[in-house]
């Protein structure tokens, strides 16, 4: 996993509820390998019309957000499908956090692990930097994980909480996997008792 | 946590299931949890590859279970005859990976075959107590027997094989209780929809639900599978029903059911897997079942959900901002005009089947609607049943007949048209009758339009060309 310390970039504001895997990646590219850049795919659906021609009123087709690493969403964000696409989706195009009010679990869980830092913050803190952005899209805001701050210039700042597990992963870029490894033990002790 | 308090404090199922898994817990508060059962299917490469990357092997093979059922055809048992050579190659992969780590698989000539979620309880693989995960949205199923049953993704799939365990944190608990019985034509479809209008697409996000009361206990197994499997869509982590006399006969002579001495044992203890009186838990929703109607949804969340008797909602009626841009975006992409009533809505297609609907159970309640009425003209309706099991008990009892004199298809068991993945799709524009479980923008192909309904229901707009109130044709 690529180390993340702080981040600081443009929002691309996602202005829907319930935002689903289904429309961050579609279901037909899901037997594509993972060597593939899924961020092809990002949002096909929802990007394009029936003809193929982007649609220019969405907000991944326009200039001002072009470079955003931050997607501003609002309610249950990553619901629906486990699809860890969904997430290869998103970091393949270049995005490295998700700010939402709140998540659909299974996403929540398969951003952490793949380097896409995924913030709760409250439902007023998500308008006011929906409001910051949509008034001026070159607002950036810097996320400090460190410190655990989401903060624009001088006009918004919040804190988000991330449990010190995945933080330290972030951090270091390390993966869960390679830590439960090192408690094969503790396992193989867990499963003589039960299984005895 | 509640879970590890003593033996005197009132426990809910859920942190009677919880604790015993528990290997170990993080400084932070995470869980380390044993997992009991492994579902694997052919969207399961990506986790093997992980896997393979880094030169594991699958610690306990004997605790997962294989079968292809998202990328197969449903119109023959031949791979080769999947067109596209990627999709060839993930059901290819699956039997590969099952082959190469020794894991049980179920392959596409093996009449068992079926929908994960269909043949895991079929077979006895899903048991009370049991913690159980998939790399899937609706493994929440299985907590139908009382196990504590969730979807995982690919990440958690390479770690669950590699340690048999999983982080997690401990959820919270919801327990959602209906009591009364419910009306002619109301089924378990109808319930689940009616609690996700009731509590939304996010109200159970961060909670394990637990459902109880009259209504439920009345369910029978294949019943609470088809609630327990929606869980997900009001984001619930999982799903469950305490396990009850209807649950150990369910299991009584499973294949993979505990015999003899293990049996009785294994029933002693599931026995005790229910919530005690006086649990607490972290929040509770109430809902009558006389108050359920059959249910339609209209839009493109599960939430977006009303009694067939509706109308298509008008957004101006919403005083909540993002909820009237949501009701707009919806009924212009499901070509919906406010107001409209649901019954005068045309459709193109029906799909029966999916792990949520695609039952002996869920073919019989079609089957009775259907019976000596034909499919409307125009319309093309199609049944696929959850496995091959459930299929030839459906053609014991003529069910395949009663659909095929309609001018239904009788089609091979898979996920099908529940998600599209294996090219089973409802065109552009064109509107589905599903018994599926996800309504969402493009979920059953590009441009498709969904509504999710019962099987019942969707019979009823087979025979009638629209969405019709079932109660008006039994």
Redesign the interface.
Same mark, same amino acid.
Not at chain 2, 150 to 156: H, L, M, Q, T, V
Not at chain 2, 440 to 443: C, D, E, I, N, P
């Given at each position: 996993m690529e180390k993340f310390e702080t981040l600081q970039s443009l929002m691309l504001p996602l202005d829907k509820v319930n935002i689903d895997t289904d429309q961050i990646l579609p279901a037909r590219y899901l037997q594509k390998p993972r060597a593939n850049n899924f961020g092809n795919y990002l949002f096909q659906d929802v990007r394009h019309d029936e003809n193929g021609l982007k649609r220019p009123e969405f907000v991944l087709n326009q200039d001002q957000y072009a470079g955003a690493k931050i997607v501003l969403a609002k309610d249950n964000f990553g619901c629906g499908s486990s699809r860890e696409h969904a997430v290869w989706a998103l970091y393949d195009g270049g995005f490295r956090a998700v700010i939402a009010p709140s998540f659909g679990d299974i996403f929540f869980n398969n951003a952490l692990k793949n380097g896409l830092l995924p913030i709760r913050l409250g439902q007023s803190d998500v308008s006011q930097l929906f409001s910051l952005t949509q008034q001026n899209a070159g607002t950036k805001v810097v996320i400090d994980l460190l410190a655990q701050t989401v903060v624009a210039n001088s006009v918004f700042k919040a804190s988000f909480e991330i449990d010190k597990f995945s933080k330290q992963c972030f951090l270091e870029g390390l993966d869960e996997l390679g830590y439960t490894l090192s408690l094969l033990p503790q396992i193989e002790a867990f499963e003589k008792k039960r299984f005895s | 946590m509640q879970a590890t308090q003593s033996s005197q404090q009132a426990l809910t199922l859920f942190e009677k299931i919880w604790a015993?898994h528990v /290997?170990?817990e993080?400084?932070?508060? *995470?869980s $380390?949890l044993?997992v009991d059962r492994h579902l694997v299917q052919d969207?399961s490469a990506?986790a093997f590859?992980m896997l393979h990357q880094?030169q594991l092997k699958a610690r306990a093979p004997d605790k997962a279970f294989g079968t292809p059922d998202?990328?197969i055809p449903t119109l023959g048992r031949d791979l080769n005859s999947i067109q596209?050579p990627?999709?060839r *190659?993930?059901a290819r992969a699956l039997e590969d990976d099952c082959e190469k780590h020794k894991i049980p698989f179920f392959g596409l000539s093996d009449a068992r075959q079926g929908i994960v979620h269909v043949i895991a309880p079929e077979q006895g693989l899903s048991q009370p107590g049991q913690l159980i995960v998939c790399?899937?949205?609706h493994t929440a199923t299985h907590g139908a027997f009382g196990a504590l049953a969730?979807?995982?993704?690919?990440?958690?799939m390479?770690?669950v094989l590699?340690?048999?365990?999983l982080?997690q944190?401990q959820p919270l608990t919801l327990r959602i209780n209906i009591e009364g019985r419910l009306g002619k034509g109301v089924s378990a479809k109808d319930i689940i929809l009616a609690i996700i209008g009731k509590i939304g697409? *996010?109200g159970a /996000?961060?909670y394990v639900i637990e459902y109880t009361g009259e209504t439920i206990r009345n369910l029978s197994m294949q019943e609470r599978m088809t609630v327990c499997n929606m869980s997900?869509?009001a984001?619930g982590?999982a799903g469950m029903v305490a396990p009850d006399e209807k649950t150990i006969e369910w299991l009584k002579d499973k294949p993979f059911a505990p015999k003899g001495a293990e049996w009785d044992a294994a029933v002693a203890r599931w026995r005790e897997l229910f919530s005690d009186s006086g649990a607490v838990y972290n929040q509770v929703v109430e809902m009558r079942a006389e108050e359920i109607s059959p249910m339609v949804t209209w839009g493109n969340?599960p939430?977006d959900v009303l009694p067939i008797d509706g109308t298509v909602p008008f957004a101006v009626n919403s005083n909540n901002p /993002?909820?009237r841009?949501?009701i707009e975006?919806a009924t212009s992409y499901m070509g919906l005009t406010p107001g409209q009533k649901l019954t005068d809505i045309q459709i193109d297609h029906v799909f029966i089947g999916s792990c949520t609907n695609g039952r002996i159970e869920d073919l019989r309640s079609a089957a009775a609607v259907v019976k000596d009425r034909q499919v409307a003209k125009g319309v093309q309706a199609w049944v696929v049943p959850g496995s091959g099991l459930v299929k030839r008990q459906a053609e014991q009892e003529g069910l395949d007949q009663v659909f095929l004199n309609a001018g239904f298809q009788w089609r091979e068991p898979g996920c099908s048209m529940c $998600?599209?993945?294996n090219g089973d799709q409802v065109p552009?524009g064109q509107r589905c009758a599903s018994t599926s479980n996800?309504n969402? /923008?493009?979920?059953q192909g590009?441009?498709s339009r969904t509504h999710l309904m019962s099987p019942a229901m969707a019979a009823a707009a087979a025979v009638t060309g629209r969405l019709t109130d079932v109660r008006n044709l039994i």
């Open positions: - | 015993p /290997v170990m993080r400084e932070d508060g *995470a $380390l044993y969207g990506p590859e880094r998202h990328y596209d990627e999709k *190659a993930m790399g899937d949205s969730f979807g995982i993704g690919a990440s958690e390479a770690h590699a340690t048999q365990t982080w944190r697409a *996010a /996000v961060g997900i869509e984001g982590r969340s939430e /993002v909820k841009k949501s975006n $998600l599209g993945t552009a996800r969402f /923008v493009g979920r590009p441009g």
